[in-house]
């Protein structure tokens, strides 16, 4: 082992404090050292992956107190799976944002930089952490982070949307502390593999309350209907990297968290089908409110939005081949959704209401940032032989082993619905005459390279879905291994 | 007087923790002025730490502290509830601070703190 899981906290979160340290003495820095630190961080979550799937988890006792007393953190399968895609995404965020708008100023990097470390420690604790109340903290970190960079243009209503998400997020986290504290009261402890095993000790009617205050309290976060009305606002006034950084980062995290409580803390019979139904209608409700969209960044973010959805729907069928496809729908949403968030801003750049109109004959303005908007376009509605294609192939399959054909007959009629709007905007893209006389704007190198990389991701995924579904298929199992989580956390000895 | 009417008062904090909640409540989703409303947020987070506190006490217990007076007999309260509201408080403060900040924006932005008049976005 090259490393310990407490790094992944530790250095964004130092980071985060020495930037302005550092930027004091010398300015660049600031742009420099997340990019460093991230990169860091990629090597250090691929070398632990593969360390995980062949020696099993590792359970890092933090401070020298043992499970079921102190923190600890868990680095399996399936937390290690996320957490790589996360730092992933959250160094191609870094490169994209590099120079982003050339004339930002000093003081205004600084700031960015500062809480795009803190959004990736939220995050990233998040996923990792054993323990339900530091689960909380970290929620809070990533809300904050999340709150101050949605309002980072002084300009536009960024303000207003970031205290919307605000109102909604705060009162997440009452209603998430109630339920900890439910937990508490009952059972006398904070660390999950000691919750769930002891999960049976619980009063019924308690253990229903806190679950639907957990699924409220993380559906917030999770952007689930009727939970997510901050979502569109947020993604539509923060600046396209954050937009990007939510998409890929933020929500990951929360849906993880959903999934932990469902899978392996509670052990309630109907969790399954709950994770179904609320699924069901956040897909149906966000698909139908995208294709009624004007902006483009808005429609993004209710497509945003229907993914999560099918993955709540995927991870509620509750087999290992659904949750396979939900994790190939999350990996394929966190490669996909930037990508169309990242070009989409280029877009409708100069435009000032970034209406879906504004696209008109970018096609021959801009054609490579065109061209890679439609290949977004083309892998999430799941057209072979890009990504999106084996994901959606594999959800359906999973979905008919189980005998629900309603579902999939529902799912395929929501796709066409989403095949309808996004190639409405390619339409407009290519086919349709300019009407305004705004220039596109030429994206700067690192955004290039970064497009380019997740467009070759797309592809590379589409053409050698066996290049990810062996990683896949060790973080389904390891979700599904109950006993063996407890069992590894509580005989966590300190290294 | 009977005692088992003191019995009921016990459980009097766990009422009173729970209406300063709802108070708050009401006042984030009912009042349509944003410094009402951050009133209100803080409010429920004091209510919900009020509650935290009650859910770690024990009757007649002391301070959760090994000190040269101890004797090993009396009961102590629950210290881990205590450290969690510490850290609640942090964060609620911390959550206070933004939200200020945020209103600040919007009243440079827009000269006017009531929600009903802020409709650039749908609320």
């Known amino acids: 082992m090259v490393g310990t899981p407490v790094l992944f906290i530790a250095i964004p979160l130092l980071a985060a404090f020495l930037i302005p340290l550092i930027g004091m003495v010398w300015k660049e820095s600031v742009r420099i050292i997340p990019g460093l630190v991230l990169a860091y961080l990629l090597v250090l979550a691929i070398n632990l992956l593969s360390y995980v799937t062949v020696n099993g988890p590792i359970v890092e006792v933090i401070a020298g107190w043992a499970p079921p007393i102190g923190i600890n953190l868990v680095f399996n399968a399936f937390s290690g799976f996320l957490v790589t895609i996360m730092v992933f995404m959250g160094l191609l965020v870094w490169l994209y944002s590099y120079r982003f708008k050339s004339n930002v100023e000093y003081e205004a990097a600084r700031k960015y930089f500062l809480l795009l470390m803190m959004l990736v420690t939220g995050s990233v604790g998040i996923v990792l952490t054993g323990d339900i109340f530091n689960m909380f903290v970290f929620i809070e970190i990533t809300g904050i982070s999340g709150y101050a960079l949605t309002a980072f243009y002084t300009g536009r209503d960024s303000a207003e949307a970031s205290f919307k998400y605000l109102m909604m997020g705060s009162i997440a986290s009452v209603l998430l502390l109630l339920a900890i504290m439910i937990i508490y009261s009952q059972l006398g402890t904070l660390n999950m593999a000691d919750v769930a095993s002891k999960m049976h000790l619980m009063d019924p009617k308690l253990k229903a309350v806190s679950f639907i205050l957990f699924v409220i309290a993380l559906g917030i976060e999770a952007e689930v209907f009727p939970l997510n009305g901050w979502a569109p606002d947020a993604y539509a006034e923060a600046p396209g990297p954050v937009g990007a950084a939510f998409a890929g980062i933020v929500v990951k995290a929360a849906v993880y968290a959903l999934i932990r409580y469902t899978y392996t803390i509670f052990d309630l019979s109907g969790a399954f089908n709950l994770l179904i139904i609320i699924g069901l209608i956040t897909l149906v409700v966000a698909e139908v409110a995208a294709i009624r969209q004007e902006k483009l960044k808005r429609m993004l973010a209710y497509s945003s939005i229907g993914q999560m959805g099918l993955v709540l729907v995927s991870f509620g069928i509750g087999t290992k081949e659904g949750v396979f496809a939900a994790l190939f729908i999350m990996l394929n949403h966190a490669i996909i959704k930037p990508l169309l968030f990242f070009s989409g801003s280029y877009l409708v750049y100069h435009s000032k209401k970034k209406m879906i109109s504004d696209v008109d004959g970018m096609g021959k303005l801009a054609p490579l940032t065109s061209i890679l908007f439609t290949l977004g376009a083309f892998a999430i509605v799941g057209l072979p032989p890009f990504a999106g294609f084996w994901s959606k192939l594999s959800f359906l399959m999973a979905a008919a082993d189980s005998n629900m054909l309603l579902i999939i007959g529902l799912i395929l009629t929501v796709s066409v619905v989403e095949l309808v709007y996004y190639m409405r905007v390619v339409n407009r893209i290519f086919f349709f005459k300019r009407a305004t006389h705004l220039l596109a704007r030429r994206p700067t190198f690192n955004a290039y390279v970064v497009m380019i990389v997740l467009g070759l991701m797309i592809l590379g995924i589409g053409f050698y879905p066996d290049s990810v579904s062996n990683y896949l298929h060790h973080a389904a199992n390891s979700l599904f291994d109950k006993s063996q989580y407890i069992h590894s956390v509580l005989t966590a000895t300190i290294q | ?123």
């Open chain 2, 1 to 123: 007087m009977d005692s088992t009417y003191f019995q009921y008062l016990d459980y009097a904090v766990y009422g009173t923790a729970v209406l300063v909640m709802l108070t708050g409540l009401y006042a984030a989703l009912v009042k349509r002025s944003l410094l009402k409303i951050v009133i209100g947020l803080s409010i429920v987070d004091s209510g919900l730490n009020l509650l935290i506190v009650t859910l770690g006490y024990l009757k007649g217990g002391t301070a959760p502290i090994f000190s040269a007076g101890y004797d090993g007999t009396q009961t102590m309260v629950d210290p881990i509830p205590q450290a969690l509201v510490l850290t609640a408080i942090v964060i609620g403060f911390g959550v206070t601070a933004v939200a200020l900040s945020l209103v600040i924006r919007l009243w440079r932005h827009h000269h006017t703190l009531y929600i009903d008049e802020i409709k650039n976005l749908k609320w």
